[in-house]
């Protein structure tokens, strides 16, 4: 008996071992484009190990449950991996909220289970788990929300939210305090999930739309860190190694997003980004006008070029035209035109939405070219394609102070001998502002669905099949 048990306890460390290092290499392989399907597939095996791993512990006196729960969660799981590409960032907020969930009812479990004699640093630790998981579920639903725009995609605010949201937190963690000194209140318990469930919505509801490549990441963070929260709870040195990688890479990506924006945490949490100027918008619609071309001209534009950079937005994942850009991708490298894609880092509603919709059309790696590396190049580009993008492109950024994007890094399409820009109308980006870039003499509007006026570029172009 035993020596079952002991080479069961060895199964399982060795399963966990083999987990760890999975998710290290997966976190690794990543980060960079090359790699990541391979990144995918270590993640994916190291999960797998660590179930199996889970699975032999002796504790567990019956499956039943859990194969119900298997089963219940791959039905679940499986459709939402077959979203289209688009859906994905609100997706990924599910995930967010899902295993945000998870944490808190196991942080509560564990609560009730181990009281009264609950020793002060583990009530600490469990106390924090259950008010990050539960902020982070709600908040991440209220991501969702928003992303699938079943919520106001824009900013709503209020006087005094910022005081109100902070007075909820800060009762939050006085409650958690109390228990950690005295656990055997009981009572107090469903407070540090109820507050932050509060906490969670209203952290969500002011922040804008052009905010949540950001919001994302900070969410991705606040999981990894109640996950590891959850390793110390449950004795789990896999839990705090996975969440640990999870929190720590979120809370990089955020400083990362946040400074490709050239905005502080506080300023994204509390600055209520996105809001619709619709008196500068409006202004600027009235004096100045547009240039507009068609595709057949477009097209005769392009094949007269030597250099492409073709900017992807939001609107290329709306319209599902990544496998349309390829195809003009292909007609233009035929013809001799060097053609390159200009990546913004918050370009989209995720980080790195616009490096998955390229790769999923199989774009080489090569010609997804980062904001500081290409931005040198727009002077010598013939043509700037922005299939898309707003506010990454807008030069209001640079020169205009009371713009709220006012000291974001952005693309220098605007350097570009040639701009052309797919758009459906005139309406402002999700940041809610005009795009000057628009009105300029060297820019033509390309109006209309995206996935179908590159078709119509690329069926042109066949049209004339004359080399470059």
Not at 37 to 64: C, F, K, N, S
Not at 399 to 413: A, C, E, N, T, W
């Amino acid at each position: 008996m035993n020596t079952g048990f002991a080479g069961s306890q060895t199964a399982i460390e060795f399963l966990y071992l083999i987990a760890s290092a999975l998710f290290i290499l997966s976190l690794k392989w990543m980060s960079a484009p090359q790699t990541a399907r391979h990144g995918v597939w270590a993640g994916e095996i190291g999960m797998v190990a660590a179930i199996a791993g889970t699975l032999l512990h002796r504790g567990i006196v019956d499956y039943r449950w859990i194969a119900i729960a298997l089963v219940i969660g791959s039905g679940i799981g499986i459709p939402l991996g077959l979203v289209h590409m688009t859906a994905v960032p609100q997706r990924t907020a599910l995930s967010h909220a899902f295993g945000a969930l998870c944490v808190t009812l196991v942080g509560t479990a564990e609560f009730y289970l181990r009281t009264p004699s609950v020793p002060h640093f583990l009530m600490a630790v469990l106390s924090m788990e259950v008010i990050l998981g539960s902020l982070t579920f709600t908040g991440s639903l209220m991501a969702a929300g928003k992303l699938q725009e079943i919520l106001p995609q824009r900013p709503l605010t209020y006087q005094g939210q910022n005081f109100v949201n902070l007075s909820l937190l800060a009762m939050a963690i006085v409650v958690a305090v109390y228990l950690v000194l005295h656990p055997d209140t009981r009572q107090l318990f469903p407070a540090i999930i109820a507050i932050p469930l509060i906490f969670g919505v209203l952290m969500i509801v002011p922040i804008g739309g052009a905010d949540m490549p950001t919001v994302i990441s900070l969410l991705n963070s606040y999981a990894g860190l109640s996950a590891a929260a959850m390793g110390f709870v449950l004795d789990s040195k896999l839990l705090i190694i996975a969440g640990a990688l999870d929190g720590s890479s979120g809370f990089i990506l955020s400083v990362i997003m946040s400074k490709a924006m050239n905005r502080s945490f506080t300023n994204v949490l509390f600055g209520a980004f996105g809001q619709v100027q619709a008196s500068e918008a409006e202004g600027r619609g009235e004096d100045k006008t547009v240039r507009s071309a068609t595709a057949e001209e477009a097209a005769g534009i392009l094949a007269a070029a030597n250099r492409v950079v073709i900017v992807p937005g939001y609107g290329m994942a709306v319209a599902q035209a990544q496998h349309k850009v390829r195809e003009l991708y292909d007609s233009l490298s035929k013809r001799g035109v060097e053609v390159r894609f200009a990546i913004h880092p918050v370009a989209g509603r995720m980080p790195g939405h616009m490096n998955v919709l390229l790769a999923e059309a199989d774009i080489p790696y090569d010609r997804l070219i980062e904001m500081d590396e290409i931005n040198g190049d727009f002077p010598q580009t013939d043509v700037a394609l922005v299939i898309g993008a707003n506010d990454v492109t807008n030069p209001s950024a640079r020169s205009d102070q009371s713009s709220p994007i006012y000291g974001m890094p952005i693309l220098d399409v605007d350097k570009a001998r040639t701009v052309m820009v797919i758009k459906r109308s005139m309406s402002p980006g999700f940041a809610g502002i005009d795009n000057p870039l628009y009105y300029m003499d060297k820019t033509l509007m390309l109006f209309g669905d995206a996935k179908s006026f590159v078709n119509r570029i690329v069926h042109e172009l066949s049209g004339n099949t004359h080399p470059h």
